[in-house]
């Protein structure tokens, strides 16, 4: 089934304003994008489906370190 979408963002990003942004502008292009406001959530998200992650790597809740593992 064509949905006719370009493929699914993981967008990691605790900043409301930003991630309203970014998404409204992945929208426009076709893309489906879902949103993790935490390391945790972001996480949880990258076991599902995605085809691209933006990450913000300045998050409160994880550290640099431990994504990098």
Known sequence: MDT???GTVIL???EKKISDIVVLYLERE???VKVAETGQKALSLLKG???LV????ML???SERR???
């Open 12 to 14: 990691v990003e605790d």
């Open 49 to 51: 489906e995605g085809d």
């Open 30 to 32: 076709g893309f489906a």
């Open 4 to 6: 006719g979408k370009q």
């Open 60 to 62: 409160p809740d994880i």
């Open 67 to 69: 994504s990098a593992r």
């Open 54 to 57: 933006i990450l913000d790597l």
